[in-house]
């Protein structure tokens, strides 16, 4: 028997892939996962046996792949999702999307590009009363979105459908919430990336050409322009390196009101448009 902490100090110490603080983070969603531990149980001197399974979960974390993957799930909005390596794993930025749109209790809501389903879900558990749709160009990440959704008790909706070529695959034709993280980082950002990220999240639902990387949001945009309702907001997560031509590409497509917000970093990062 060994005790909890010296297992904990153990278990970060040979996690080398991250850095101290982080290392010391994943070693405990690790235990906290396996043995149900909290960090109080860490403190009081608890005492457990020393299970071989670490070795491997400290292989697969130092080849760089995401705990979220490991363990199956992510939090996002003090929430547990599923996800694997068909969707994104949840980003704080993407939360701080979800705060922007809360106060805005909407009645009819669409997300374009939904992933694992964490932006719908949260806006449909905020807010009953809602329709809430979403859609992805991946049945492997519907799966995952459809899972989260029943999990959380979420009235979602799900469809595939490509926004590049959209066709709406709902009876709703106007929503006066539209929102979307689409894929915005540019093929030649790839160096600045990290290995757990490049190697192991969906491509698909990341990168976009360095020729065009804004080809999500003009598409985005001309869906809006069809679907948004006439009082209707239009959110989106940006690429902070394109705010301005991002912001620029919504106000030639006729959009009277957009305005760019910096995230918890300063970043450029969020678009809130309307017609």
Not at 52 to 66: A, F, H, K, T, V
């Amino acid at each position: 028997m060994n005790s909890l902490k010296a297992i904990y100090d153990k278990l970060s110490g040979d996690i080398w892939f991250y850095n101290r603080d982080e290392a010391r983070e994943i070693a405990f969603l690790l235990l906290q996962k396996l043995w149900g531990i909290s960090r109080t149980d860490l403190l009081i001197g608890e005492t457990q046996h020393v299970a071989e399974e670490l070795d491997l979960y400290i292989e697969r974390i130092n080849q760089g792949e995401p705990i979220q993957y490991i363990l199956g799930e992510a939090w996002f909005m003090n929430r547990r999702f599923h996800v694997n390596p068909s969707v994104l794993i949840p980003r704080p930025e993407t939360e701080e999307l979800v705060t922007h749109v809360s106060a805005l209790s909407p009645k009819k809501v669409l997300d374009l590009g939904t992933g694992s389903g964490c932006i719908p879900v949260n806006i449909a558990l905020e807010n009953p009363e809602a329709e809430v749709f979403g859609i992805d160009i991946s049945e492997h990440a519907l799966e995952t979105a459809k899972r989260n959704a029943e999990e959380h008790k979420a009235n979602v909706k799900f469809a595939l459908a490509n926004m590049l070529d959209f066709q709406n695959p709902f009876l709703v034709q106007e929503f006066d919430l539209i929102i979307s993280n689409p894929p915005y980082v540019k093929e030649n950002e790839k160096p600045e990336m990290r290995k757990n990220v490049l190697d192991f999240e969906p491509h698909l639902a990341l990168f976009v050409s360095d020729l065009d990387p804004l080809i999500f949001y003009r598409a985005i945009a001309d869906i809006a322009w069809k679907h948004l309702a006439p009082r209707g907001a239009l959110w989106l997560e940006i690429n902070s390196y394109l705010g301005k031509e991002t912001a620029e590409l919504f106000s030639q497509k006729g959009y009277k009101h957009v305005r760019l917000l910096k995230d918890f970093f300063g970043k450029e990062r969020f678009l809130e448009i309307k017609k």
